[in-house]
């Protein structure tokens, strides 16, 4: 069985500091990991995703990042947040179509 | 990157009745959609998986007569809740798999907001 731990479900942060929401996974096969931005009361925006390669991953927006293996991570980072990236994130995990989501972790950015 | 979108964006009904939401994959045909319920300040909970041609299937615990899926297209797919109740208010959200070089990617839809009042 697969699941994915998002381990902060808020995370404050002032603007043009550095950020990283955390990510574990779980699973007995190889996966895809993908972290999702969600804005108020609108759907999914895909952010980045691994799917195999370099274990950095740039996405968009200024974020990026790093599949580690032998800790089943993948944190997100951003070395410089801005106002607008004020947000809830989403860690998912999955192959073959399905994927199982985080809880989800909101970044307040505030001034 | 790709885009999917979902119509009706809102929708208030009576408890009682049917409300049919479309999930349209714009740029790129989808074998496979996804359907997708989320509560307030919750995560997604994947409802069903819906195939072009082909039955959906249902994740364990949600009633496969209550969510009727249809997937007549290789870019729309249909959800409707029957016999709508106030528990069935929720933001549902689709999404269409991707698939090209050996890589694929879940494109997800605005969301729609359903009210049963």
């Known amino acids: 069985a697969q699941s994915v731990t998002q381990l902060d479900s808020q995370v404050p942060v002032f603007e043009e500091a550095p950020v990283e929401l955390r990510c574990n996974y779980s699973s007995s096969v190889s996966v895809y990991l993908f972290w999702y931005v969600q804005y108020p009361n609108q759907g999914l925006q895909l952010l980045l995703k691994?799917?195999?390669?370099?274990?950095l991953v740039k996405g968009i927006n200024g974020f990026e990042a790093e599949f580690n293996k032998s800790q089943t991570s993948f944190h997100l980072r951003k070395p410089s947040v801005h106002i607008s990236d004020t947000a809830e994130y989403f860690c998912?995990?999955?192959?073959?179509?399905?994927?199982?989501f985080g809880q989800g972790t909101e970044l307040s950015v505030k001034p | 990157g790709a885009v999917v979108s979902q119509h009706p964006s809102w929708v208030i009904c009576k408890s009682g009745t049917s409300v049919k939401i479309e999930c349209r994959s714009l740029?790129?045909?989808?074998?496979?959609m996804f359907w997708y319920r989320q509560f307030p300040k919750q995560s997604l909970m994947l409802m069903a998986t819906s195939n072009e041609g082909s039955k959906a299937t249902y994740e364990q615990g949600v009633e496969k007569d209550k969510f009727l899926i249809n997937h007549a297209s290789l870019t729309l797919s249909t959800l409707t809740v029957t016999s709508a109740h106030p528990e069935d208010s929720s933001f549902y959200i689709c999404?269409?798999?991707?698939?090209?070089?050996?890589?694929?990617?879940?494109?997800f839809g605005p969301g729609t907001r359903l009210l049963v009042l």
């Open positions: 998912a995990a999955g192959r073959g179509g399905k994927l199982i």
């Open positions: 999404s269409a798999r991707d698939y090209q070089e050996y890589q694929e990617t879940q494109y």
């Open positions: 691994y799917l195999s390669g370099s274990t």
């Open positions: 740029d790129f045909q989808a074998t496979t």
